[in-house]
């Protein structure tokens, strides 16, 4: 699958945080967005961003992972984390996609991750029809939203937690993440080549192994997405 999970570690230990986002790391079709100490911190993020995978412990102060997990859009996916053996049967009663008990080996972190892509396949299907038929998308910028045609878009630049979007006579900023917007875009006009870089097809004025130029400006191919971005470029 080529699209870039986002995703975001929610666990009040900061070593289980670091374990898990070292795990994640391995795999290049995650992304994580960001690692959070509480939910209340995760709810922020997620108000502002999009996210579509969270592993969430379940025994934190406060808000506990299960009454998070309720609060948040059904459309996003959870697999739990917890040493506690014991809260498995209400995890997989929120229709979690897996439950790991700590510590977590890369191994069955892995067994996860291959879970929820088999959820995430079938819920692409149905809205890959719905993406490469809309022509536009509107994003907000200056306190209003602004819509940008597909036309217009040359390529998307990424500042860590806001973007840039370049278009034909404007450059439009955004407070979201690239992998965020990237969701948006429907696969058949736009292509990612970078963590920060994502490319209109129709714009792209040449090649080669290591940068696609559009708009006369050169812009790095990461070796992450090489193999995936020439095979996809010579293929068009």
């Given at each position: 699958m080529?699209?870039?999970?986002s995703?975001?570690?929610?666990?009040?230990?900061?070593i289980a945080?670091?374990?898990?986002?070292?795990?994640?790391?391995?795999?290049?079709?995650?992304?994580?967005?960001?690692q959070c100490?509480?939910?209340?911190?995760?709810f922020?993020?997620?108000?502002?961003?999009?996210?579509?995978?969270?592993?969430?412990?379940?025994?934190?102060?406060?808000?506990?992972?299960?009454?998070?997990a309720?609060?948040?859009?059904k459309?996003?996916?959870i697999?739990?984390?917890?040493?506690?053996?014991?809260?498995?049967?209400?995890?997989?009663d929120?229709?979690?996609?897996?439950?790991?008990?700590?510590?977590?080996?890369?191994?069955?972190?892995?067994?996860?991750?291959?879970?929820?892509?088999?959820v995430?396949?079938?819920?692409?299907?149905?809205?890959?029809?719905?993406?490469?038929?809309n022509?536009f998308?509107?994003?907000?910028s200056?306190?209003?939203?602004?819509?940008?045609?597909?036309?217009?878009?040359y390529?998307?630049?990424?500042?860590?937690?806001?973007?840039?979007?370049?278009?034909?006579?404007?450059?439009?900023?955004?407070?979201?993440?690239?992998?965020a917007?990237e969701a948006?875009?429907?696969?058949?006009?736009?292509?990612?080549?970078?963590?920060?870089y994502?490319?209109?097809?129709?714009?792209i004025?040449?090649?080669?192994?290591?940068?696609?130029?559009v708009?006369?400006?050169?812009?790095?191919?990461?070796?992450?997405?090489?193999?995936?971005?020439?095979?996809?470029?010579?293929?068009?």
């Open positions: 080529s699209k870039t999970i995703c975001i570690i929610v666990d009040d230990e900061s945080r670091d374990i898990i986002a070292s795990h994640l790391s391995k795999i290049d079709t995650i992304e994580v967005t960001a100490k509480n939910a209340i911190e995760a922020n993020f997620m108000s502002n961003n999009t996210v579509d995978l969270v592993f969430l412990d379940i025994n934190m102060p406060e808000i506990s992972g299960i009454a998070f309720k609060s948040i859009n459309d996003i996916k697999i739990f984390t917890t040493a506690y053996r014991d809260y498995a049967v209400e995890g997989f929120l229709q979690a996609v897996d439950y790991l008990l700590k510590p977590i080996a890369f191994s069955r972190l892995l067994q996860s991750v291959n879970r929820y892509f088999e995430f396949s079938s819920f692409k299907e149905t809205t890959t029809n719905t993406l490469d038929n022509d998308i509107f994003v907000r200056d306190r209003r939203m602004q819509k940008i045609n597909f036309d217009d878009l390529y998307i630049e990424s500042y860590s937690d806001y973007i840039k979007i370049y278009l034909s006579d404007s450059v439009i900023v955004t407070r979201e993440t690239i992998t917007i948006k875009l429907p696969k058949t006009r736009f292509l990612r080549i970078h963590r920060s994502i490319v209109a097809l129709e714009h004025q040449s090649f080669t192994n290591d940068h696609v130029t708009n006369r400006k050169a812009l790095s191919i990461s070796r992450s997405y090489k193999k995936e971005v020439l095979k996809h470029l010579e293929n068009f």
